[in-house]
């Protein structure tokens, strides 16, 4: 077997494998909506109203956080049963004034809100290490600056603790995109973010009981916190880093799929690649450190995941970069036999010179569909969103918005690479610029 062969053979799997994989998190998620759809959900009185200290991180963020602040003070939970610590993190903005004044207006003075201007390291997770010691919350809530929550949005994370504290030690809901309409790029965001909540986040969890905490709207135990260390400073995605520090436990991270938080995406495509970017170093990051758990007698969940986050970010990306140099390599050699019939096309079965061509056509139309059919079925969970222009905009982003994940992806690999080959400081970053809507 020639190398172009092996490589041909390796590439093909591996799109089928993640094709399953998709295939399977689609049922999975559809079996849940449709279980769900069947239940009425009301806001009636919990059994009890634990005291939760909601953290608010925010560098620089003056033009976002008076509202955030004011959508966590209406929240529909006992007033007295909230402390809000707001953090200016090394601010050379108005953040900690804009804080001030929504906190010294006549309806919230009352309200235990206190406002720490931090000058100090470790990111966002360096300031939820400083709040753990200073909550006074048997839950410790986090809403980023730019999250308005719903204003139910802390009652279900409660709501959901509550059903089994013993085991759900962490509990996230959802994010929603506020600014989906201000351009082709917040359109694709709104879709991608709609198809990992509703398709993925609630297939594992209704397949697995494995959840992921975002990097908002969540709550978690204070005490089970400060037990496993708290958060990593300097981590770039801090969320998914004590996600499987929760999931080694043996604890649960649970959904409460009727939380919503609405967040603001970036409205600039340096904005956004930047922003991806440095999730997507992270993730690495986190599964290159958690890889060894593949091997010893860890919790299976951590298995699981090592494994889904190693093929997604590794063997999957990899695949589909083979697959498209595959393919357009050989279109590019047959527009070239038009002019030169001696040339032979590279990838290829033995004589046959087109079966692989047709192969490749036939994987790269059924992830069409697939794709299609995610943000279908993702849209028609929310209401308002199942549009024939939602497929539209699906079918266009598939070939531009999709595709620059490849980018992000494959920047993130080699950037991780040059921090460990030059000992470079892996945890800096760009910051995400905010809009006024």
Request: aromatic fraction near 12%; charge should be neutral.
């Amino acid at each position: 077997m020639v190398i172009s062969e092996a490589f041909m053979i390796f590439a093909l799997i591996t799109i089928w494998i993640s094709l399953l994989v998709s295939m399977t998190t689609l049922a999975g998620a559809v079996h849940f909506w449709l279980k769900q759809s069947k239940e009425l959900v009301f806001v009636t009185a919990l059994p009890s109203y634990p005291k939760v200290t909601i953290v608010v991180p925010a560098h620089n963020e003056e033009i976002v956080i008076a509202q955030t602040v004011r959508a966590i003070l209406e929240l529909n939970y006992p007033p007295e049963q909230v402390e809000l610590l707001l953090f200016a993190d090394n601010c050379n903005d108005r953040t900690a004034e804009a804080m001030r004044q929504v906190a010294n207006l006549p309806e919230y003075r009352n309200r235990d809100v206190q406002i720490i201007e931090r000058v100090g390291t470790g990111g966002k997770a360096g300031v939820l290490n400083d709040a753990l010691p200073m909550a006074q919350g048997e839950y410790i809530g986090v809403y980023d600056a730019d999250a308005m929550p719903e204003k139910n949005a802390l009652y279900f994370l409660v709501r959901k603790a509550i059903e089994n504290p013993e085991r759900y030690m962490a509990v996230f809901g959802r994010n929603k995109t506020r600014n989906a309409q201000q351009n082709f790029l917040t359109k694709c965001i709104n879709q991608e973010i709609v198809v990992t909540q509703r398709i993925q986040h609630c297939a594992i969890w209704h397949m697995f009981k494995i959840g992921r905490i975002p990097g908002t709207n969540f709550i978690i135990n204070r005490d089970f916190a400060k037990s496993i260390g708290g958060w990593s400073d300097g981590a770039l995605t801090e969320d998914t880093d004590i996600s499987f520090k929760i999931m080694q436990s043996g604890k649960l991270i649970a959904l409460a799929y009727n939380s919503e938080a609405f967040q603001q995406e970036p409205e600039r495509l340096h904005d956004y690649y930047f922003q991806r970017l440095r999730w997507a170093k992270g993730n690495y990051q986190v599964v290159i450190h958690n890889f060894r758990h593949l091997f010893n007698r860890s919790n299976w969940r951590v298995k699981l995941e090592v494994m889904y986050y190693s093929a997604t970010f590794f063997w999957f990306d990899a695949a589909i970069v083979l697959s498209n140099i595959i393919f357009l390599s050989n279109i590019a050699f047959l527009i070239a036999r038009a002019f030169n019939p001696a040339l032979s096309i590279p990838f290829t079965f033995g004589e046959n010179n087109t079966a692989i061509m047709q192969v490749l056509l036939i994987n790269w139309l059924l992830m069409i569909i697939l794709y299609l059919l995610q943000i279908s079925i993702a849209m028609s969970t929310q209401f308002g969103q199942a549009t024939t222009n939602q497929i539209w905009i699906a079918l266009a982003s598939y070939f531009t918005y999709s595709q620059l994940f490849i980018i992000v992806s494959l920047h993130a690999v080699i950037s991780v690479g040059l921090d460990a080959l030059f000992h470079r400081d892996g945890s800096v970053w760009v910051k995400t610029k905010r809009f006024n809507n």
